[in-house]
């Protein structure tokens, strides 16, 4: 099995620590993670969800609300989660679900093909490896030693040391491995994704910190990570909550998006690898555009192509009564903020934000995630304007929501969500329009 690439589409909400629930937080976490992690495949036996300009248009008829919420009751028994990302992890063709959560074990949802991740078929991540519940607040999966399997990058806040996790193979779990770099010192990390950014076929690693530089981490191939020099990536940062990374400006390399928390700006570091015919893995930052002006209180970040033009967006959720945010690619990773694009009153307390089909007719939509209220579902007319969707159950259910991610874990051919809460125990599945 070979992987491609693997790019971090959405990894992760940005939750509150339980001691610091009040009106004025310290800055809030990524996690991946969920952070829907995605990547390109060589066939059906992809180890993560695979990404997409665009969705294919699904069997169900467009333009309706989302008629179908699948409820199930399974996750921490403790509740506390933070983190979620999809992965193959037995290699069985069926996505996977880690869940990590704030000071409780990490856990590993294994799939029957079917969408169901009962409790029964459930086992902890790093279980008689050495690896310690921890505060997770972000996860990314990829082949990080080169062996056809996905790992897991575990990242940690409190100052608690980062983990690399080594798949065993099957269904043996997981193991703690030394990651080098990654792994050897206490951080307090929110988001991380992973992807091949210079180019030598294996998967690097970018982490988001808060009260820290960024870091961008080299993979030797084998899951050992050396330091980047510094650049712009890996010596900004400091109030970070989410990162992604994608091909923003078209050019064949990954590029990496960071949301920033206060009065640290957006961030779009370009690879210079592609067009810009210089060193791949070294990033330049653009602090001249629009983008690079807008301070938000963000907490997650997802892309993918809303307005039809084939290029990738990006979308923003927000905390502390601030909109939430759409921002248009007009080509080579300029971005410019597409005011009014989602419905008026919208914004909030807006925790993770997911790009997913809801209403079946082949363009992706937006799901908010809220703490202390229900998600926002706006439905996409195409060109990146927005209506909402508040009639269906899962719009009036309250939340506290704190990440998501996507891919089919139905195996019926369309992108189901699933999304993570801090406090009950429920991890919630929303069905693809294929599968309702």
Not at 314 to 341: D, P
Not at 350 to 379: E, F, H, K
Request: charged residues 20%; aromatic residues 4%; hydrophobic residues 40%.
């Amino acid at each position: 099995m070979r992987i491609l690439a693997v790019t971090l589409i959405a990894l992760s909400a940005c939750q509150l620590k339980p001691s610091e629930e009040s009106p004025e937080p310290a800055p809030q976490p990524a996690a991946a993670g969920a952070p829907a992690v995605t990547g390109e495949s060589a066939g059906p036996e992809a180890l993560v969800p695979a990404p997409a300009a665009s969705q294919p248009a699904a069997a169900a008829s467009g333009g309706a609300c989302v008629e179908v919420l699948s409820r199930r009751s399974f996750g921490p028994a403790s509740g506390n989660s933070r983190a979620v990302c999809l992965l193959d992890a037995d290699g069985d063709g069926a996505l996977d679900a880690f869940v990590g959560a704030f000071n409780e074990p990490d856990t590993l949802y294994w799939n029957d093909g079917q969408g169901s991740l009962g409790s029964q078929s459930s086992t902890t991540v790093g279980e008689g490896a050495g690896a310690a519940s921890g505060p997770t607040f972000g996860a990314a999966a990829a082949d990080l030693n080169g062996d056809g399997r996905a790992d897991l990058l575990v990242v940690h806040s409190d100052e608690q040391a980062n983990l690399l996790q080594l798949n065993l193979g099957g269904r043996q779990g997981f193991e703690s491995a030394d990651g080098g770099s990654l792994t050897e010192h206490a951080r307090d990390s929110y988001g991380a994704a992973c992807a091949d950014l210079d180019l030598d076929g294996d998967m690097d690693a970018v982490v988001a910190n808060r009260r820290a530089h960024n870091e961008l981490h080299f993979n030797d191939g084998r899951g050992h990570f050396v330091a980047a020099p510094a650049d712009p990536l890996s010596s900004e940062g400091g109030n970070s909550r989410a990162v992604a990374c994608a091909d923003l400006d078209g050019d064949g390399d990954d590029d990496v998006v960071v949301a920033n928390w206060g009065a640290n700006a957006h961030a779009v570091y370009l690879n210079q690898g592609g067009a810009q015919d210089g060193q791949a893995g070294a990033f330049v930052q653009d602090r001249t555009t629009e983008l690079a002006q807008v301070s938000s209180k963000s907490c997650g970040v997802a892309m993918g192509d809303l307005d039809g033009d084939g290029d990738l967006d990006l979308a923003f959720s927000n905390r502390k009564g601030e909109a939430n945010e759409v921002w248009l690619n007009g080509g080579g990773g300029l971005f410019s903020l597409s005011s009014g694009a989602l419905p008026p009153g919208d914004g909030g307390n807006s925790t993770d934000v997911a790009m997913v089909d809801l209403d079946g007719d082949g363009v992706r939509d937006l799901a908010i995630l809220n703490r202390q209220g229900p998600p926002y579902l706006y439905l996409n007319d195409g060109g990146a304007r927005f209506t909402a969707c508040d009639d269906v159950p899962l719009a009036k259910n309250p939340l506290e929501a704190t990440g998501c991610a996507w891919g089919d874990l139905q195996g019926g051919g369309s992108v189901d969500l699933l999304i993570v809460d801090a406090v009950g125990p429920d991890l919630q599945l929303v069905l693809g329009p294929a599968e309702r």
